[in-house]
């Protein structure tokens, strides 16, 4: 090969020599005399092959570039594995940790809005209770705040440390009529009961009361009211009376019914029970009116009658004539028998009307010898005193109750229908 390579060249060269001669004796014939070598074929064969290889590696030169780039960064990329594998690791830690805490803050934010709907829920019932609470009272010195999740009652803008019986019932009576609006309460299926609502309340705070009972109960389900106050009673009667269906002749089928509760002594035992309100309290529209009825029908009635029903008559009768008195003399404030004294009667019936009222009354015990239960039985003649004298003071107010409270047998009959159950 190096030979064939050699004797190649020479003959290369010569030609070289040749041409140059040639050049410089362009118009002359110049002799060339040169002799091809003989070439080995196998040598040519290995040279045209590393010219192949040659072209080969000049045409793969952007390839290879790239091969070993690639190479390379794999090789980088191996000796940082473990330190990229570390760092993902890291990565997908973080990323958990975030999703976490993105949780919780949507968590967070879901408890604040919650608390802020509450506070508002508390805020509004609060301000309308304050309004409430004013008119109700008349002033602006009690207000209801917010305190965590509740309410406090400040006066004068600190804390109230003692509330009158009367402030007690107000706010009592207005926040349990501003629960009546809980979204938790459905109040068409709901069950309102009421005791004593209007306890150590003034007329002006009574009729306030009223209203806002009225307003806020009259879509409940059901509703119970009991008082002892018979103002009080007569607006739940009067509003009752105005339902629709109430004049209905089938007193199960009106809407709404009235009880009493009646107090019974059986020898040493006090017992109650619930039955029908009695028509005259029903009917009338004072606790006077019904007195004198009872009494008037009391003494055309009472000899025929046992003494278990005449037990009440001296307490009923007292307590009217203490009442009629009170319109008559408002300007005598002494007791009952002082009262007596300036009123213009027959000495004898009013001594006597004086010692039924007093023994019968006001006794502490029962069986003592100048308490003889029989002196009940004297007891229509001496309401018949008590009725005579009130006609003597005033008888045209005497006519009028008369007219007002004895029936015609007609109105017995109506009576008798419109007890309500």
Known sequence: MTAAMKSTRGFLDAAVDALEEKKSRVFE???????????????????????????QACDGFESRIEDARKRLANDMIAAELKKFMLCKEAADSATADVQTKTQEVQRLNNKIDGLEGQIIEYRQPAEELNEELHKYLGHQELCLEIKETGHTITRGGVQARSLSEGETKAVALLYFLKSLQDRRLTLADGVIVLDDPVSSLDANALFLAFGFIQERTEHAGQLFVLTHNFSFFRQIRNWFDHLEGQRRNDINQRPARFFMLDSTLDESTRSSAIRRLDPLLERYESE?????????RASLELPSQGLEQNYVLPNMARRMLEAFLAFRQP???????????TVQFDETKKLRILRFLHTHSHSIAVGEPEHDLTALAEGSAVLKDLLEMIDSLDGEHFSAMVKLVAPTADSDEAEDGAVRA
Not at 32 to 54: M, Q, S, T, W
Not at 288 to 296: D, E, G, K, M, T
Not at 331 to 339: E, G, M, T
Request: hydrophobic fraction near 45%.
């Open 331 to 341: 300007d005598v404030s002494l007791n009952l028998r002082q009262k007596l004294r």
């Open 288 to 296: 006077y009116q019904y007195l004198f009825a009872r009494i008037h």
């Open 29 to 55: 014939h110049v002799k060339l005399g040169l002799e091809v070598p003989p070439v080995d074929v196998d040598a040519v064969e290995k040279l045209n092959a590393v010219i192949r290889k040659h072209d």
